[in-house]
């Protein structure tokens, strides 16, 4: 198999002792053509010092404002040589032999847009995250995962086509971005890798998962877990992601869930738990669609 260039484009913003330890264990792969690319979003100098102290072979490129996960990335895109970018959350670290068998992937399998690599649960029992997905429930609008909490005994080692990657780690051919487009901004957090791999197939090309290669993944560790902003973006970028993705009786059961099933239940848990922050921040993200200016964001099935 031959060893193209692969661009490892991460993301970091106020994470300098995560992103080091993600860069650590970039640096024990053996895959032998990578560079790597750090996005800094806008972050104090204390936290991007150390990441170019220690890595000075890293390319940091630091933006004057905060840009989210796809801008972010998006200026990393703009920056790499790489025949294949490969995305991989600041809040991961990797497998030594992590890269080949996506690779080889791509150099085999022209129709192949995206893929990512299982994923478990860092400091877990080898808990499975994400082993491939069945898509999006049409009647909730949320996304199936396979092997998702199982023991990881080697059940998903199997690669195949999936519906969605998973953006704690995805890799693209470089030439896919002139033909489908960069990552969309729009969400500036959540959800946007899976319209990125709604775009791709809608172009003619497959996602896949790749069970022989592995990242673990320190879930929600850059915003966390319980954070006002992951509420409000959450339920901005659901509702959004329903909007662009889906049409007829998808999009209406997807909807209907939604505003009467999925949003009055967080908000009798947050109001049992006098949260009113929490109760802001998900009504501020469901008002953001009022607004005119978003009304008529792009749909791009209906």
Known sequence: ????????????????????????????????????????????????????AQFPDVQVIRSAENLGFAGGNNLGIAAAKGKYLLFLNNDTEVEPGFLEPLVELFETN???????????????????????????????????????????????????????????????????????????????????????????????????????STVYHKESVSVGQGSVMRTYYMYRNRLLFIRRNSTGMRFWSGMLFFLFVAVPKQVAVHALRLEQKYLSALWRGLKWHLHPHNVHQNHYLR
């Open 110 to 212: 022209p129709k192949a847009g995206i893929a990512s690599p299982k994923l478990i649960f860092f400091g877990t029992d080898n808990l499975i995250q994400y082993a491939g997905c069945g898509g999006i429930n049409p009647w909730t609008g949320r996304s199936v995962t396979y092997g998702h909490l199982e023991k990881d005994q080697g059940q998903h080692n199997a690669s195949s086509p999936t519906a969605l990657a998973h953006g704690a780690a995805m890799m693209v051919p470089m030439r896919l971005i002139k033909e489908v487009g960069l990552m969309p901004e729009l969400y500036f957090l959540y959800y946007e890798e899976l319209d990125w791999c709604e775009m791709i197939k809608r172009g003619g090309y497959e996602c896949h998962y790749v069970g022989d």
């Open 1 to 52: 198999m031959s060893r193209p260039l692969v661009s490892i484009i991460s993301v970091n913003y106020k994470q300098a002792r995560v992103t080091c330890e993600m860069l650590a264990s970039v640096q024990r792969v053996t895959y032998p053509n990578v560079e790597v690319i750090v996005v800094d979003n806008a972050s104090p100098e204390e936290e991007v010092a150390p990441i170019q």
